[in-house]
C-alpha cells in the first residue's frame, strides 16, 4: 500500500487519494463510495481515469438531472413504441449492479435521488413499483460523489455523504504532484477473492472507536467503514489478518476528514513538588501500614499469581495504548488542511435563518432555473413541453387508443391526447432584499445614521452585480418611518437619507411592527426578505404611542415575538457604548443573531451584514 507521509502535504494526499481507489474497487457496495471535492481540471481527471483501470466496464454515469424512473426503471419508451405492448427497462442502480455509479455535480443533487442512492446502498435492492410494472433487482453498487461546489452554499446531500467511506480533497494539488498510481486490476481482482478471509482484531477494532471518538466523529458507519476499510487493506496486501499499518490507513481515509475537533494533548505527568493522591502531604502524617491479614493454618496458603501472566497484562494494556496512539496520531495527520475552520464556518451559518445560500430562497419558476422535474401541464401557458415523458405518458395507451372509431386507418404512429402533455419544472433563487431597522432616537443618533447610510451605500454597490435591493426603515418619536422602499439606486438612497433629524424617545416596538410588515411585503412579490436592526433594545413608546417604559418594553417583546413566527433571517447589532442585556434578550425574541458593535462604521456594518446573514449580498 501506498503510505502516506505524516503531514497533510499535496503529494501524500494523492497518494491517499490513490489508496482509496484501490479499496473502493475491491467492495464497492461494502464502503459505498468516495466524496471527491475537486474542481474539472487535469487532476481530476487523472483520478477519474486511474479509477476506471481498476473498474473497467463496470461504471455509470449518473446525469446530474436524472429522474425517478431514469434510476429505478419503468416504461421502455422505445421498445413500447415499437411493439405496441409496455416494456419494462432496468434503471441505472440495477444495471450498476457491482459496479460504481459517478454522480457529477452531487452538491444539486436533489433530496429524492439522494434518498434512493441511501436506500440502494443500505439494501442492495432497489424495487420498481411505477408505470403498471412491479419487480425487485439487485442493485450492489459504490457511489462516486463529485463535488464541485466552490463555497459553502451547496453540499452534497448529508444523507449520502455519511453513507460514503471516503471522503477526499484535490484541490490544491498540483499535476508534479500525481506521480503515485493505484494497483492493477489484476492485483484487485486477487484482493476481491482474498477479502473473506481476512480478520481484524478486537484491539485494532478498539483503536479505531477511540481514534473516532477523539477526532469528535459522531456516526457509526464511519467507524464500522473503517473497519471494513482495514480489511480491505489487508486483502490488498495477500493477507488474512489487519494490522497497525491496515488500521492507520483505514483511521486517515475514513475518520480524519469527518474529524469535528483536534484530538486532546496527552496529559503531563504531575510536577514533582506537588503532592500527589497517591503521596502524603506534610500537613497530613502518613497512615500506619495495615496489619497483615490472619490466615487460619487450616487454610491452605494461597498461591500467588504466575509473573509471567502479571507481566503478559500489562504488556498487552501498553501494546494497546500503543496501538491506539499510533492510529489516532495517523488520522490527526491526514486532517484535510482547512477542515475544521469550514466546519465552524457552515455550523454557524446553519444558525443564521431559514433560508439557504447568499442569493435568496428556492422558488418555482416558469420557464428559467433548474429543471427539477415535470408535471402534467399545457403547452400554452409558455411552459417548455418535455416530449420524452409526453411519449412516456401517452405510451401505455397506444393499443386501446388504436381500437377507437375512426383510429385503425390513422397514419400517426403515436396517438397523443392532452392529457398526455407533461411540460418541464424548474427553480430558481429569489432576490435578496436587506432591510435596515435603525433607532433613530437619542443624542448620538446622527452617528448612527450616518453609518447606515455609509452601510446602505457599500452594499448597494454589490447589488448592481447581484441584482439584489437595499431597504432602510428608521423609528423614533412616536412612530416607524420606511425611509427608502426596496431599491437598487444608490442615488435615491442618497437623497432619501440626507437631511434626516435625530433624537425623541424609541418606539421600538412600532419599528419592529413596520419592519415585520415590509418583510411579509417582500416575501409576496416573490423576494427573500432579510433584516437588520441597529439598536441598543432599549424602548420607551408603547404601540398606541403612549409614554412609559415597562409597557414599552412588554409591548416590545410581543412584537418581537410575532416577527420570529414568521422566520425571517435577522441580525440584531447592539449599537450601545457597551453591551446592553435587553438588545441580548430582544435578539432572543426576535428568533435573530446577536453582535455588539458599539463603535461600529459604515465598512464593519456592510463586512458584518455579508457575515452573518445568508441572504445579504455578497
Same mark, same amino acid.
Given at each position: 500500500?501506498?503510505?502516506?507521509a ?52 463496470? @461504471?455509470?454515469?449518473?446525469?446530474a438531472?436524472a ?27 440495477a ?37 403498471? %410494472? ?31 467511506? %471516503? ?17 492493477g ?33 459522531a ?96 504488556? *498487552? ?13 495517523a488520522?490527526a ?15 454557524r ?44 405518458a ?6 386501446l ?9 390513422s ?41 447606515a ?55 421600538? *416596538?412600532?419599528?419592529i ?28 413608546? *408603547?404601540r ?9 418594553? *412588554? ?28 438588545a @441580548? ?26 457575515a452573518?446573514?445568508?441572504g445579504?449580498?455578497?
Amino acid at each position: 500500500m501506498n503510505q502516506a507521509a505524516d503531514g497533510p502535504a499535496p503529494a501524500a494526499r494523492w497518494a491517499l487519494a490513490q489508496d482509496a481507489i484501490a479499496l473502493i474497487a475491491i467492495d464497492p457496495h461494502g464502503l459505498g463510495g468516495i466524496v471527491l471535492r475537486a474542481r474539472a481540471g487535469p487532476v481530476r481527471e487523472r483520478w477519474l481515469a486511474a479509477l476506471a483501470a481498476t473498474l473497467p466496464d463496470r @461504471q455509470r454515469k449518473l446525469p446530474a438531472h436524472a429522474t425517478e424512473g431514469r434510476l429505478i426503471g419503468g416504461l421502455d419508451l422505445g421498445a413500447t413504441l415499437a411493439s405496441g405492448r409496455p416494456v419494462a427497462e432496468r434503471g441505472l442502480l440495477a444495471q450498476a449492479h457491482g459496479g460504481l455509479i459517478t454522480a457529477a455535480m452531487a452538491e444539486r443533487m436533489s433530496a429524492t435521488v439522494a434518498a434512493l442512492l441511501g436506500q440502494a446502498l443500505d439494501t442492495g435492492y432497489v424495487t420498481l413499483a411505477r408505470d403498471g %410494472f412491479s419487480d425487485r433487482h439487485a442493485a450492489r453498487f459504490g457511489v462516486v460523489a463529485l463535488d464541485e461546489s466552490a463555497g459553502d452554499e451547496e453540499h452534497v446531500p448529508a444523507a449520502l455523504t455519511d453513507r460514503l467511506a %471516503f471522503h477526499l480533497e484535490l484541490e490544491g494539488i498540483a499535476s508534479t504532484d500525481t506521480g503515485v498510481t493505484a494497483p492493477g486490476a489484476e492485483r484487485i481482482a486477487l484482493a476481491r477473492r482474498q477479502l473473506r478471509q481476512v480478520e481484524v482484531p478486537d484491539a485494532l477494532i478498539d483503536a479505531l472507536c477511540a481514534a473516532a471518538d477523539a477526532l469528535g466523529v459522531a456516526s457509526l458507519r464511519a467507524w464500522t467503514q473503517a473497519v471494513h476499510a482495514a480489511r480491505c487493506c489487508a486483502a490488498l496486501d495477500g493477507r488474512t489478518l489487519a494490522d497497525e499499518s491496515d488500521a492507520a490507513l483505514a483511521a486517515r481515509l475514513v475518520l480524519a476528514p469527518r474529524a469535528t475537533r483536534l484530538p486532546a494533548p496527552p496529559a503531563t505527568p504531575q510536577d514533582a513538588s506537588e503532592p500527589s493522591e497517591a503521596e502524603p502531604s506534610e500537613a497530613e502524617p502518613p497512615q500506619p501500614p495495615a496489619p497483615p491479614p490472619q490466615h487460619d493454618p487450616a487454610d491452605p496458603p494461597a498461591a500467588d499469581p504466575p509473573p509471567d501472566t502479571r507481566d503478559a497484562e500489562q504488556s *498487552a494494556c501498553v501494546d494497546q495504548a500503543s496501538l491506539q496512539d499510533i492510529v489516532l496520531a495517523a488520522a490527526a495527520a491526514a486532517i484535510p488542511p482547512g477542515l475544521l475552520a469550514r466546519i465552524k464556518n457552515a455550523g454557524r451559518t446553519a444558525n443564521r435563518g431559514s433560508v439557504s445560500g447568499r442569493t435568496g430562497a428556492y422558488r418555482k419558476a416558469g420557464v428559467r432555473g433548474r429543471p427539477i422535474g415535470v408535471k402534467p401541464g399545457d403547452r400554452r401557458s409558455g411552459a417548455r413541453l418535455s416530449v420524452i415523458e409526453t411519449l412516456r405518458a401517452a405510451a401505455p395507451w397506444q393499443r386501446l387508443r388504436r381500437c377507437q372509431p375512426g383510429m385503425a386507418l390513422s397514419p400517426l404512429r403515436v396517438v397523443v391526447r392532452a392529457q398526455d402533455f407533461r411540460v418541464l419544472r424548474h427553480r430558481e433563487r429569489s432576490e435578496t432584499t436587506t432591510i435596515f431597522v435603525v433607532d433613530a432616537s437619542g443624542s448620538a443618533a446622527i452617528h448612527r445614521l450616518a453609518e447606515a447610510k455609509g452601510a446602505v451605500e457599500l452594499l448597494l454597490a454589490d447589488c448592481y452585480v447581484r441584482r439584489d435591493q437595499v431597504a432602510l426603515i428608521a423609528f423614533r418619536g412616536s412612530t416607524a418611518e420606511t425611509l427608502l422602499p426596496p431599491t437598487r439606486s444608490l442615488v435615491r438612497a442618497k437623497r432619501s437619507l440626507g437631511g434626516l433629524p435625530g433624537g425623541g424617545a424609541t418606539p421600538l *416596538a412600532a419599528g419592529i411592527d413596520a419592519a415585520g410588515v415590509l418583510a411579509l411585503n417582500v416575501r409576496r412579490h416573490g423576494a427573500t426578505p432579510t433584516i437588520v436592526f441597529l439598536t441598543d433594545g432599549r424602548a420607551n413608546i *408603547a404601540r398606541d404611542g403612549s409614554p412609559g417604559r415597562a409597557r414599552a418594553e *412588554a409591548d416590545a417583546d410581543a412584537a418581537a415575538r410575532t416577527f420570529a413566527a414568521s422566520g425571517f433571517a435577522t441580525l440584531l447589532l447592539d449599537i450601545s457604548p457597551r453591551a446592553q442585556p435587553q438588545a @441580548q434578550a430582544l435578539a432572543n425574541h426576535l428568533g435573530a443573531a446577536y453582535l455588539a458593535l458599539p463603535y461600529a462604521d459604515a465598512r464593519g456594518m456592510s463586512s458584518v451584514v455579508r457575515a452573518f446573514l445568508p441572504g445579504a449580498v455578497a
